[in-house]
């Protein structure tokens, strides 16, 4: 099992599921899980800032989330969301939905129950968000920091929105992702911030490609898996 946390743009979607792919693990995005219930706070016509209307409405909400790490599923009441769940105004209104003690109440147990399941049918799974090293399994015998200069975050989130035909502009990338990294690492429930036994990783100056060379490395001294290289990683 390995934990994945840090703020977003230091790669760590991407990583996690190649790296889960290389051990053959599930794979679990719980940021997704709080996009969905931001969602369906936004299509309900629910105000993200009124806390107990949140936690009401998140009691009810359809959340179905897929752990195949090449295809995982997302889904709202049945209908898959995976764009909708990107798109502007679900990234701004989800640190104040995520910042609910009782929405994380009702998805850490959803999380737990996951990779309990996920666990028992692969044997593996690579499990990214902000509290999962913490908070969702602080047992887990790798967890990983990643980071990244917030200039290269932007210019990285800034340049994964223009190729998902979303409109963007590395200046409002960063100012959005400035905002969250702030919302999310001081709010009073399980803030972002790496669990004291988490191996940290800069990515700032890293590819992909070296990144998952450096996560193989850390799995494999915990005996998870055979290092990997970067000619190797580069080919698949
Ligand atoms: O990783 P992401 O950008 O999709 O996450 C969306 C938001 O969800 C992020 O701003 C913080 C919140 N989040 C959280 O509070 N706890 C997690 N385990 C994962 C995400």
């Known amino acids: 099992m390995v934990a994945m946390d840090g703020p977003s743009g230091t790669g760590k979607t991407t990583v996690a599921r190649k790296l889960a792919d290389r ?4 794979y679990l995005d719980t940021g997704a899980m709080y996009r969905v219930v931001t969602l369906a706070v936004l299509r309900a016509g629910v105000d993200p800032a009124d806390s107990a209307a949140v936690a009401e409405l998140a009691s009810q909400v359809g ?7 090449g295809q995982p599923e997302i889904t709202l009441d049945g209908q898959d969301v995976g764009a909708a769940i990107r798109a502007g105004d679900v990234t701004s209104a989800v640190s104040a939905v995520s910042s609910v003690p009782e929405v994380r109440e ?3 147990a959803e999380q737990r129950r996951i ?3 996920v666990l028992g049918e692969t044997g593996g799974i690579v499990v990214e968000g902000r509290d999962i090293g913490t908070v969702v399994v602080p047992d887990a015998p790798l967890k990983i920091f990643l980071t990244a200069d917030a200039a290269v975050r932007a210019a990285r989130r800034s340049s994964q929105d223009t190729a998902a035909g979303r409109k963007s502009s590395v200046d409002q990338a960063r100012e959005s992702v400035e905002r969250r990294d702030h919302l999310d690492s001081t709010r ?3 803030p972002l911030r ?3 036994d988490a191996v940290r990783v800069d990515t700032t100056q890293l590819s992909i490609d070296q990144t998952i060379v ?3 490395e850390l799995a494999s001294q915990r005996g998870m898996l055979a290092p990997c290289t970067a000619a190797a990683e580069a080919s698949r």
Request: glycine residues 16%; hydrophobic residues 55%; contains cysteine.
């Open 214 to 216: 450096a996560l193989c």
């Open 188 to 190: 009073a429930t399980s």
């Open 106 to 108: 009702l998805l850490v």
């Open 115 to 117: 990779v309990g399941r």
């Open 63 to 69: 959340l179905g989330i897929g752990t195949v790490p």
């Open 23 to 26: 051990l053959s693990a599930g």
């Open 194 to 196: 790496a669990a004291d």
